[in-house]
């Protein structure tokens, strides 16, 4: 494609956060909004996951999970029925939150990295560091689909709007897969494997586009290099789609696309945060932010959490979306209409 990518502005803003929350003592690689945008859940390194009231401020300490190992992911499904928290050991259940029932999910064999719940509650996805990715059903705690074999540790899982299809990425972002849920077989791949150890798993993760036409992944084309680009590729083919978003100097590790899918937020080592147009690709903000790590909209995208780990100082911040990103974008006319 002729057009080139639109390059971030060469001065970083400040984003000051609108609350900040402690109590995690190791690295928090996840974070998932409750369906009411109320609450959050995070999932760390010190083996606990945790509950947050946003109204308030402070931790739900009664709801806290604590783990044989580390947690890895952690994920609401959209109707709020179900809880999940994944890692180490390896690990993976689900809470049924009103019954308070926890089934568990056995058959990987290594530490469990990422997780996804289908749109309508009932599926649940898993990746992990034996290569594999796995589909479950949440009421049965049954492998429904899978093994699907990846060529490397799995670092995101994503499911198409209707289930049908399955988005598996390494957690180096140099191999990028579609799987057929149904069939159980591998439609399209691109990438290999990378060259030698290229840093943590923590990958960001992937999200079907264009009514599940298209992958957006960050993604690097070179075996012995981090994904520093934002590419949206055909699900089909896997051929790259538009110009892709670049700016980012260093490994992008986190990924957030609001819920219409008009402004997408970038996290990297290079320590920003970057908000663009999804459709121009036009970087709208960039942030200074020292070492973020997981970035996750609220469910109506007027705010955006993120996860930051500095010297032993682990928190999550919670920043208001800037008002005229939002209008820009078109998120804030979508959300007044949806609030009438």
């Known amino acids: 494609m002729a057009s080139t990518s639109r390059k971030a502005p060469a001065t970083k803003l400040i984003l000051t956060p609108v609350m900040t929350l402690r109590g995690h003592e190791g690295a928090i690689p996840y974070l998932s909004y409750f369906p009411d945008g109320q609450r959050l859940i995070s999932g760390s390194w010190d083996k606990t996951g945790r509950q947050w009231d946003l109204k308030a401020g402070k931790e739900i300490e009664e709801a806290r999970d604590v783990c044989e190992k580390e947690v890895y992911a952690v994920a609401v499904s959209r109707n709020g029925r179900w809880i999940v928290s994944a890692g180490g050991r390896p690990e993976l259940k689900a809470c049924e939150i009103e019954k308070g029932i926890v089934r568990k999910f056995e058959g990987h064999s290594w530490l469990i990295t990422c997780i996804d719940i289908s749109a309508d509650s009932t599926l649940l996805a898993s990746g992990a560091k034996d290569f594999t990715a ?11 689909a899978g093994p699907f074999e990846s060529l490397d540790l799995v670092g995101a899982v994503r499911f198409s709007t209707g289930s049908k299809k399955l988005a598996v990425q390494s957690h180096a972002g140099t191999c990028l897969e579609v799987w057929d849920v149904r069939s159980q077989k591998l439609d399209v791949r691109i990438g290999k494997s990378p060259v030698g150890f290229l840093g943590t798993i923590t990958c960001a993760p992937v999200f079907w586009t264009n009514q599940n036409q298209n992958i957006l992944a960050a993604f690097t084309f070179s075996s012995n290099d981090h994904a520093k680009t934002i590419y949206e590729f055909d699900a089909t083919t896997l051929e790259t789609v538009g110009v892709p978003f670049e700016g980012h100097t260093e490994r992008v590790i986190g990924l957030a696309l609001s819920f219409d899918g008009a402004l997408l937020a970038s996290a990297a080592e290079d320590d920003s945060i970057k908000l663009w147009a999804f459709r121009s690709r036009q970087v709208l903000a960039c ?24 010297k032993n100082n682990y928190k999550i911040c919670i920043f208001n979306t800037p008002l005229d990103v939002l209008i820009r974008t078109g998120v804030y006319q979508c959300t007044q209409k949806v609030n009438l």
């Open 134 to 144: 796995r589909i479950w059903s949440l009421d049965t705690a049954k492998l429904v």
């Open 287 to 310: 942030f200074d932010i020292q070492k973020p790590n997981t970035i996750v909209f609220s469910p109506d995208s007027r705010q955006l959490a993120c996860t930051t780990s500095t």
